[in-house]
T-cell receptor, first 112, second 112 residues
Framework: DGGITQSPKYLFRKEGQNVTLSCEQN?????MYWYRQDPGQGLRLIYY???????QKGDIAEGYSVSREKKESFPLTVTSAQKNPTAFYLC???????????FGPGTRLLVL | KQEVTQIPAALSVPEGENLVLNCSFT??????LQWFRQDPGKGLTSLLL?????REQTSGRLNASLDKSSGRSTLYIAASQPGDSATYLC???????????FGQGTTLQVKP
């Protein structure tokens, strides 16, 4: 099955801890994106990557880091510098410059 | 800066009713406008995409219109069903940045 997967579905973070959210796609898409969604709000762009080994900050990149070592994978690390990490995180992929993005099922991050 | 607003934030209707969801955007410099559906705790599914040169798109019981000059779009759902209950998100692709900018969504409940 072609698609985009995210893991885990739920993630718990202790204060001061870094955690990494996984995003994998087998759609052969060049572009990948990370969004954050807070209750009752739309999605906000954290980071995006148009090609392997390159990525750019989105609108709310502070406290987050990413890597893009493989075309299929775009992991997001929520660092201890992110003071309000509780949110629903969505990964998406698409053909660079194309019209739409395909979304994964999301990871809900909670703080203990 | 592009801003996307959706009204109402929540809507509850009886089954069988026709309904309209509204989306407005502040900057007419867009490539396209999309309507997405999001079920609770899930990712986004693209419903309709309207290019900036188009006026409307239809898919089954869904019809989306676009008036770029006035910065408005509507999503019309005919003969609503309980299975239509979800959050509907509007997003524009900025022709200045190429990024998707989302509204905060309208949560629809269709009662049997």
């Amino acid at each position: 099955d072609g698609g985009i997967t995210q893991s885990p579905k739920y993630l718990f973070r202790k204060e001061g801890q870094n955690v990494t959210l996984s995003c994998e796609q087998n759609l052969n898409h060049d572009a990948m994106y990370w969004y954050r969604q807070d209750p009752g709000q739309g999605l906000r762009l954290i980071y995006y990557s148009q090609i392997v080994n390159d990525f750019q900050k989105g609108d709310i990149a502070e406290g987050y880091s990413v890597s893009r070592e493989k075309k299929e994978s775009f992991p997001l690390t929520v660092t201890s510098a992110q003071k309000n990490p509780t949110a629903f995180y969505l990964c998406a992929s698409g053909v660079a410059g194309a019209e739409t993005q395909y979304f994964g099922p999301g990871t809900r991050l909670l703080v203990l | 800066k592009q801003e996307v607003t959706q009204i109402p934030a929540a809507l509850s209707v009886p089954e069988g009713e026709n309904l309209v969801l509204n989306c407005s955007f502040t900057d007419s410099a867009i490539y396209n406008l999309q309507w997405f559906r999001q079920d609770p705790g899930k990712g986004l599914t693209s419903l309709l995409l309207i290019q900036s040169s188009q006026r409307e798109q239809t898919s089954g019981r869904l019809n989306a219109s676009l008036d770029k000059s006035s910065g408005r779009s509507t999503l019309y759902i005919a003969a609503s069903q309980p299975g239509d209950s979800a959050t509907y998100l509007c997003a524009v692709t900025s022709s200045n940045t190429g990024k998707l900018i989302f509204g905060q969504g309208t949560t629809l409940q269709v009662k049997p």
